[in-house]
């Protein structure tokens, strides 16, 4: 995720940021070799501000400026984004077109160096190398105006790096500067500076590119990881859309393991207890409301099977087992995921034609004799979504709320930004230390 690709370049850059005497540490033998290293250095760094370009495009469009603006002047042309994030923008592109050095291949990036700072640098470009998933067009139109300046912010502190380090590495026997690196500097501050008068939302560090979930397959594991194996190869087969009988039997599956797995929460954490209670009784709400539902459409019967392993792993269970908070959280997890699953299936559902509400119909009480006269039902479409009870309560009770604004920028944020303002003691410095 983006999260991870982000922390290891911000947290190589403040390693990198730490090292002085560049020129000591790079420990080559002559000129040559130690040129060499510089240039293998410099196809990492363009590696690096390929990224820092295509991350600012992206954020760029939903980036406004937080500084108050002058009162607007009617007959000049303005700027519909902010003025700093534009030309970093602009000084990212002119450092990458302008570069002689090319971006670091695969096989070097997957290569580990011997030298220490080389190997700085590597794993920082193969974090950028990753990040370009996790910010690619196609998965950034999900980003919010508070995503985009977390990550504006990210691309600014890199760039401050990057251009603190190209002075660093100047001595460098033919080493490369970047391309109008104090436009770069000055723009990559004014950046750093107005995102900070804003609120970013790091909950962005949880998006971006995902392996494809695949089934537990194999034999069921012994005791509680059991469960969870087949906990979670439901959440995997209920890709496919089941139908409605399908649908009951695992919406009932999911009211039984959640019962069953309160005792063993309250001996743990009791918080979660309650609120596994009140899963309990939603899905017990919607098991009741799902009878009037029906239609043929569909399959589920893979999800259905997972979801009976679960219900049985968990009986044979014995009482006297204890579950660790670890496992729990896992539970919690696969729950979470698996609501907003079957909130997606009972709208989608609707939407496609493939549920049916059932109705009932008047009719006339003839003079039979009989004692019992049958209710005469009929399933017809559902009109409106909100008009069928189970949409309701998928919708107000068990969807899970939206994640609010995260606002902890997290351990590696704080680390560069001390990285950055860090300056090495002067020379001469005298320190207060009891003498030998």
């Known amino acids: 995720m983006y999260g991870e690709n ?20 790079l420990a080559a ?3 040559t070799e130690r040129a060499e290293v510089g240039q293998q250095i410099l196809r990492y760094r363009r590696t690096l501000v390929g990224w820092c370009g295509q991350a600012i495009q992206v954020a760029q469009p939903l980036t406004f400026s937080n500084i108050p603006q002058k009162p607007a002047d009617p007959f000049r042309a303005t700027n519909a984004h902010g003025a700093a994030v534009s030309e970093l923008a ?19 990036i997957a290569t580990p160096a011997l030298n220490d700072v080389v190997e700085h640098w590597r794993l920082a470009a193969r974090a950028a190398v990753l990040a370009e998933h996790d910010t690619a067009p196609d998965l950034a139109v999900h980003l919010t ?38 436009r770069l ?45 087949a906990e979670h190869n439901l959440l995997v087969r209920l890709k496919s859309f089941p139908n409605a009988m399908n649908l009951r039997l695992i919406v009932d599956s999911q009211r039984l393991l959640t019962s069953q797995l309160i005792p063993y929460a309250e001996r743990v954490d009791p918080e979660l207890a309650e609120h596994w209670r009140a899963r309990t009784a939603t899905y017990s709400r919607m098991q009741r409301e799902l009878r009037n539902v029906a239609g043929r459409l569909g399959n589920g019967a893979g999800a259905t099977a997972e979801a009976a392993n ?44 493939a549920f049916f509400q059932r109705v009932t119909l008047p009719r006339l009480v003839s003079g039979e004799g009989r004692l019992v006269h049958p209710v005469r039902e009929r399933f017809v479409p559902v009109a409106r979504a909100a ?50």
């Not at 602009?90 to 070097?108: F, H, K, M, N, V």
């Not at 890199?158 to 690196?181: F, H, K, M």
Request: net charge neutral; hydrophobic share 40%.
């Open 310 to 353: 679960a219900v049985s792993r968990m009986k044979a269970l014995p009482s006297a087992t204890v579950i660790e908070p670890r496992m729990l959280g896992g539970f919690q997890t696969l729950f979470l995921r698996i609501d907003e699953r079957i909130s997606d299936v009972v709208e989608a559902g609707v939407e496609r034609g």
């Open 29 to 31: 033998d002559s000129p």
């Open 185 to 229: 500097g000055w723009a990559a501050l004014a950046t750093a500076l107005d995102v900070s008068l804003g609120q970013p939302d790091y909950s962005v560090d949880h998006t971006g590119w995902r392996p494809r979930t695949k089934p537990i397959r194999g034999p069921a594991k012994p005791g509680v990881l059991g469960v969870l194996q």
């Open 6 to 25: 982000g922390a290891q370049m911000r947290t190589e850059l403040a390693s990198l940021l730490r090292q002085h005497r560049v020129m000591h540490r």
């Open 387 to 436: 008009d069928l009870d189970v949409i309701r309560t998928a919708r107000e009770q068990l969807r899970p709320r939206p994640e609010a604004a995260v606002a902890s920028p997290g351990a590696s944020r704080v680390d560069l930004h001390a990285a950055l303002i860090h300056r090495p003691p002067e020379k001469g410095a005298q320190f207060d230390v009891p003498g030998l």
């Open 145 to 182: 105006t508070a995503q985009a300046r977390a990550i504006t912010g990210d691309v600014a502190a890199i760039s401050q790096a990057l251009v603190v380090l190209d002075r660093r590495y100047r001595n460098t026997p033919d080493w490369e500067s970047l391309a109008g690196c104090d």
């Open 90 to 108: 602009r000084a990212l592109e002119l450092a990458r077109d302008q570069a002689t050095t090319p971006a670091a291949s695969s096989t070097e």
